[in-house]
T-cell receptor, first 115, second 114 residues
Framework: GNSVTQMEGPVTLSEEAFLTINCTYTATGYPSLFWYVQYPGEGLQLLLKATKADDKGSNKGFEATYRKETTSFHLEKGSVQVSDSAVYFCALIKYSGAGSYQLTFGKGTKLSVIP | EPEVTQTPSHQVTQMGQEVILRCVPI?????FYWYRQILGQKVEFLVS????????KSEIFDDQFSVERPDGSNFTLKIRSTKLEDSAMYFC????????????FGPGTRLTVL
């Protein structure tokens, strides 16, 4: 079946440091890939997405490139801020028929950015 | 900007009691979902709902769970007889129709079963 594997956290960085959170997936066919972010006390928000191989999703300074050859979708940001402290989830979409797109999530990586 | 809302934000109940978690999806969306996240674990799919019926459900979604869209706006998740292991954050999500497959999530309901 489909699955998503993320690097284990927590990750603690100083402000302005470079961030990479690794994500690899296993899926049949060509899934769409997503990064969701969960700020403390809040729900899940879509951060970025990519729908086909070599697509690059980007938002708020974050980027991730859909690499089919390595089945990866690593999240990067060149300079993190304290406000980026959150839990980041990698996810893929599986089409299950009848229009049902079921999200499969990774375990999440908690990022803490210190001033 | 339209958003998915969920009530209550936190529900505490005794084991064996019934609970109903409520969601108001975005108004023009056609597909609705429930996910749950046990503390410290991954977010897991429970069920998807379209055209007034369940389109898919996971192994977690057993006979004690049910979903309903009782009117044109609400989407509910009922747990008939809660167990300690049902304690989790429950997220509702909705999606427009067509090929646009982004799901929009609500803020979640934290269910605590004592």
């Amino acid at each position: 079946g489909n699955s998503v594997t993320q690097m284990e956290g927590p990750v603690t960085l100083s402000e302005e440091a470079f961030l990479t959170i690794n994500c690899t997936y296993t899926a049949t066919g060509y899934p769409s890939l997503f990064w969701y972010v969960q700020y403390p006390g809040e729900g899940l928000q879509l951060l970025l997405k990519a729908t086909k191989a070599d697509d690059k999703g980007s938002n708020k300074g974050f980027e991730a490139t859909y690499r089919k050859e390595t089945t990866s979708f690593h999240l990067e940001k060149g300079s993190v801020q304290v406000s980026d402290s959150a839990v980041y989830f990698c996810a893929l979409i599986k089409y299950s028929g009848a229009g049902s797109y079921q999200l499969t999530f990774g375990k999440g990586t908690k990022l803490s950015v210190i001033p | 900007e339209p958003e998915v809302t969920q009530t209550p934000s936190h529900q505490v109940t005794q084991m064996g009691q019934e609970v109903i978690l409520r969601c108001v999806p975005i108004s023009n969306h056609l597909y609705f979902y429930w996910y749950r996240q046990i503390l410290g674990q991954k977010v897991e799919f429970l069920v998807s709902f379209y055209n007034n019926e369940i389109s898919e459900k996971s192994e977690i979604f057993d006979d004690q769970f049910s979903v309903e869209r009782p009117d044109g706006s609400n989407f509910t998740l009922k747990i008939r007889s809660t167990k300690l292991e049902d304690s989790a954050m429950y997220f509702c999500a909705s999606r427009p129709g067509g090929i646009y497959n982004e799901q929009f999530f609500g803020p979640g309901t934290r269910l605590t079963v004592l």
